[in-house]
């Protein structure tokens, strides 16, 4: 680290749990974030202030006016941008240091293999089961810990799925695919604004606790926000044997 480095990371510095040594983790760490929006403004800001080395953003949307009641990557300037642009704008006057690079698409097939298998933490930040789905297949295939983080209305939840460790369980555990979820969107069913900055910044702190090896993460708990009666609570669970995702990891690694 550089004498500019060593004091705009001074307070990781100070703190023993980081240290110089955590920090030159994070700095040399590449970050992928699948999602621009709401969980992914918070998230993606943290990282980049915090000095993750490269931040690879990826949506293919644009900004829209109704974004900017919880989006702060994004500004009322911004509104018609491409959301990876525009991000990319506010994280460098956050943090000329940080590289950011932008992938305009919807992150999915070979491309989403190339990204999670090139990164050291993968947030998934988007707002749908089949991304999310996509890119657990993909965090497991690449033996990539995945950190997951949904809002919607007043609720939030995140958790870790580290699935670097042979045992851990997957989202598609949590979660199976195929389920009758009904699939409910900020678009229809509103969003409270702070909440999803609460979530993202979560997703963040996660991040930057498993890029440095510090303290215990949410792998193996579900972490559960209600924010109406500002009530959290966590609920630990397993791998589910009949996993099919967890069936082919198993065989990948035998
Ligand atoms: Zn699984």
């Known amino acids: 680290m550089n004498d500019d480095q060593l004091l705009r990371y001074s307070r990781h510095i100070l703190l023993p749990e980081i240290g110089v040594e955590g920090q030159e983790a994070i700095l040399g760490a590449r970050a992928l974030i699948v999602g621009a929006g709401g969980l992914g403004s918070p998230a993606a800001m943290y990282l980049a202030a915090a000095g993750v080395g490269t931040l690879v953003l990826a949506d293919d949307d644009t900004v829209d006016l109704t974004n900017l009641q919880r989006q702060i990557l994004h500004s009322a300037e911004g509104v018609g941008r491409l959301k990876v642009e525009s991000g990319r704008d506010t994280l460098h ?21 190339a990204e999670v298998a090139a990164a050291d933490v993968v947030l998934d930040c988007s707002d749908n089961f089949a991304t999310r789905h996509a890119i657990n297949r993909a965090c497991a295939r690449h033996a990539r810990p995945l950190i997951s983080g949904a809002a919607i209305r007043f609720d939030g939840q995140i958790s870790v799925f580290d699935l670097r460790q042979r045992e851990a369980p997957c989202y598609h555990c949590l979660f199976p695919e195929g389920e009758d979820v009904e699939e409910v969107r900020c678009a229809v069913m509103g969003v409270f604004a702070p909440l999803t900055g609460i979530v993202g910044a979560t997703q963040a702190a996660e991040a930057l606790k498993l890029l440095s090896g510090c303290g215990t993460t949410l792998d193996g708990r579900l972490l559960l926000l209600d924010s109406l009666g500002m009530n959290w609570r966590s609920v630990s669970f397993g791998r589910d044997p009949a996993c099919p995702v967890c069936a082919e990891r198993a065989r990948a690694q035998t």
């Open 93 to 113: 006057r956050l943090n000329p240091l940080a590289r950011v690079e932008t992938r305009a698409l919807r992150l999915q097939g070979e491309a989403l293999e």
